[in-house]
């Protein structure tokens, strides 16, 4: 089955910094990637996704890279607020039932 | 804006025991799902619900678990005999289709003694 690893475990930024969290996938045939942040309390939730028609999606500050050759894609944030401390996982699916296999999740912290 | 609710937030339990962990999804989803996520570990996929069958399980999801929607709102996971492993995070999620985006509650966190 597939396979998802996360990195780095934990990322400490200063305010306005940007921040990369990198995740690899082991099964060619996933072709949706969604990114979670999870913030204390609550569930995860949907932040960005990218489909493996493209290579590369911007919403604001956040973007997102997929290298389907090399089985890896990233999250961007760039000038980062304290407000996206959090926790954020990758994950990965393919067509039919679109479960999500989660990578072991990027705990977050922004130093104001 | 809608959201999937958990109760309770937080369940303890006996080893042994049953129990049974409610969700309520978004009123006009079709798609139902657990997760669970032990402390530290990835959250994995339990079970998957459509049209009042379970669609998709994964080999977590043996003959100590059940999945039951009672009625037109509720969704709901048994555990019948919990065992120590089974303290965790659960997370009910739900969605319009399956391709879309699929919408997690704030989770219920069971500990077994």
């Known amino acids: 089955g597939e396979n998802v690893e996360q990195h780095p475990s934990t990322l400490s930024v200063q305010e306005g910094d940007s921040a990369v969290i990198k995740c690899t996938y082991s099964?060619?045939?996933?072709?949706?990637f969604p990114w979670y942040k999870q913030e204390l309390g609550k569930g995860p939730q949907l932040i960005i996704d990218?489909?493996?028609?493209?290579g590369e999606k911007k919403d604001q500050r956040i973007a997102v890279t997929l290298n389907k050759t090399a089985k890896h894609f990233s999250l961007h944030i760039t000038e980062t607020q304290p407000e996206d401390s959090a926790v954020y996982f990758c994950?990965?699916?393919?067509?039919?039932?679109?479960?999500?296999?989660f990578g072991r999740g990027t705990s977050l912290i922004v130093h104001p | 804006e809608p959201e999937v609710t958990q109760t309770p937030s937080h369940q303890v339990t006996q080893m042994g025991q049953e129990v049974i962990l409610r969700c309520v999804p978004i009123?006009?989803?079709?798609?139902f799902y657990w997760y669970r996520q032990i402390l530290g570990q990835k959250v994995e996929f339990l079970v998957s619900?459509?049209?009042?069958?379970?669609?998709?399980k994964s080999e977590i999801f043996d003959d100590q678990f059940s999945v039951e929607r009672p009625d037109g709102s509720n969704f709901t996971l048994k555990i019948r005999s919990t065992k120590l492993e089974d303290s965790a995070m659960y997370f009910c999620?739900?969605?319009?289709?399956?391709?879309?985006?699929?919408?997690f509650g704030p989770g219920t966190r069971l500990t077994v003694t």
């Open positions: 999620a739900s969605t319009t289709d399956r391709n879309y985006e699929q919408y």
């Open positions: 099964d060619s045939a996933s072709n949706y």
């Open positions: 990218i489909r493996s028609n493209v």
């Open positions: 994950a990965a699916s393919k067509g039919g039932s679109y479960i999500p296999t």
């Open positions: 009123s006009n989803h079709l798609y």
């Open positions: 619900f459509y049209n009042n069958e379970i669609s998709e």
